[in-house]
């Protein structure tokens, strides 16, 4: 007969695990002395790496670097250690006062331009009489998301040349939203997708938003709506708006609209169909209600943006296009485009792309200066009335070979790129980069206190966004200043040559 082992159990006692854990540790440690710092090589695309003591034990390295892929697959990687941040003009631990202490970088101008925006700033000074808002329009790619720079930006303008509400909205589900309003909508509106979505297409039908929403077209009665809601937060303004101004058309049948809050019906109203851009304008009661539009009947219309206005002073809306590289504008249909630029207002556009250009290494980036140039001088030809100036792409970092954090290589040609294109066209320009602090600031802006950029060494948190937007009001008012004293004598603009 066979017999079964007898199983002895034993209990692990603390002094058992603590030498089993020192024993580990010690050959960990071991590994980590010895193993090669450039790794072991398997194949021309595998490597073995072994972290060192520092790294392990997270003390700091005599290094210019942290990890990270800032390749659209690599956005999020964690860094492997603290490190110092030589070759920058900031502290790795730096904080805001110590990036507002760099020297301030002005609005830049081509030769010949240096007053190109004194129209601008007599719009702004008399905003508050206008009959109605004068407009700013800051664009961007993914940092201005959720409002992150342009809140700041407008309660700065909105507090010194009136104004009200957040502007127009974009009606684009993939995009955050500003954080005092939110927007819901019903299920059967078709969302289409900006213009940078749409590579293959020209002649978008699409407004100032670079987008539109729409309803499907068939026969068949239908109804959809929109809800406007403010959003009670302590940590942003209330939000304060009297009008809502809803941009449409295309619709190929009659469709009634209406407009109520919980308590009282605002607006109702036929509207004929047609392919030119309509604007319907609601007064709203100074309350806190939500606002409900309905849209009901055959028609399809296509609604190109919605703002939230005041009834004078400044205006200054958000609108971020996820993944441009801000070449997007010559996509659309150029007509529909200049109409709805027509009835804006605008008198300031500010273009502020770049970060997705970054990550394709080249060693050339003419392609891209003409591309902007084809944008700016668009621009110029649709909304003639609007000064212009291209905010430069910040600094961004990716995995050097050594497998630390440097700033991309290509940036300041980027950046070049940008200011080039808008001398070329006659527009102005402000240097992102060197504002922040130039070469490897993405790094010290990561490990700043607050912090004032993400992990991904990329974006902006909101507290950096806030400080960017805070130095480019800056510069903003240094140029507005010599205006505003003696509106006629000519301003002291930094002048820089296009070469």
């Known amino acids: 007969m066979l017999h079964q082992p007898q199983v002895i159990e034993k209990q692990a006692t603390p002094q058992y695990m603590l030498l089993t854990l020192s024993i580990v540790f010690a050959l960990l440690a071991a590994i980590a002395l010895f193993f090669p710092k450039e790794g072991v090589r398997l194949t021309s695309n595998a490597t073995i790496t072994f972290p060192g003591i520092k790294d392990a034990l997270g003390i700091a390295a005599d290094v210019s670097e942290l990890n990270m892929d800032c390749s659209e697959e690599g956005f999020y990687s964690q860094p492997s250690g603290l490190v110092k941040n030589a070759h920058a003009a900031l502290p790795l631990r730096c904080t805001p006062d110590d990036v507002r202490a760099l020297p301030l970088q002005p609005i830049q101008y081509p030769k010949g331009y240096e007053h190109i925006l004194e129209d601008t700033w007599m719009e702004f000074a008399t905003a508050k009489n206008s009959p109605k808002p004068v407009r700013v329009l800051h664009y961007g790619d993914s940092q201005l998301e959720a409002d992150r720079m342009t809140l700041y930006l407008r309660n700065q303008l909105q507090s010194q040349f009136g104004g009200g509400g957040v502007g127009f909205v974009a009606l684009d589900p993939q995009i955050p939203i500003n ?195 084809e944008q700016l001088q668009l621009l110029k030809q649709v909304c003639p009335q609007s000064g212009i100036v291209v905010v430069g792409v910040s600094d961004m970092a990716k995995r050097g070979a050594n497998g630390n954090m440097i700033s991309y290589p290509n940036i300041e040609k980027v950046r070049n790129a940008q200011k080039q294109a808008a001398f070329r066209a006659g527009c102005a320009f402000w240097d992102t980069y060197e504002a922040m602090g130039g070469r490897n600031s993405i790094v010290s802006w990561a490990y700043a206190t607050p912090v004032l950029a993400s992990k ?44």
């Open 179 to 373: 954080p005092t309003v939110k927007i819901s909508m019903s299920e059967n509106w078709q969302h289409s997708t900006p213009a940078v979505k749409s590579k293959a297409q020209e002649g978008m039908r699409i407004g100032h938003l670079l987008s539109n929403v729409k309803l499907p077209s068939n026969s068949q009665p239908k109804s959809a709506w929109i809800r406007i809601d403010r959003r009670p937060l302590r940590t942003y303004p209330t939000l304060r708006y009297s009008r809502i101004r809803l941009f449409l058309g295309n619709s190929r049948a009659p469709v009634t609209i209406e407009a109520k809050t919980p308590t009282k019906r605002l607006y109702s109203r036929s509207i004929n169909p047609s392919e030119d851009v309509q604007q319907i304008e609601l007064i709203i009661p100074n309350n806190r209600e939500n606002v409900t539009l309905t849209f009901s009947g055959r028609g399809c219309p296509e609604i190109y943006g919605l703002a939230l206005d005041y009834r004078s002073g400044l205006a200054v809306d958000n609108i971020p296009l996820r993944s441009s590289n801000g070449v997007d504008f010559t996509k659309a249909d150029i007509n529909l485009l200049k109409r709805s630029y027509d009835k804006l207002n605008a008198k300031f556009i500010i273009l502020q792309f770049g970060a997705n250009v970054v990550p394709k290494m080249m060693s050339s980036y003419s392609y891209y200066e003409q591309q902007m140039y």
């Open 456 to 499: 991904d060494f990329c974006h902006f948190s909101a507290d950096g966004a806030a400080l960017i937007a805070e130095l480019f009001c800056r510069a903003l008012a240094q140029e507005y200043g010599p205006y505003a004293t003696q509106p006629h004598r000519q301003s002291k603009a930094v002048v820089s040559s296009a070469n």
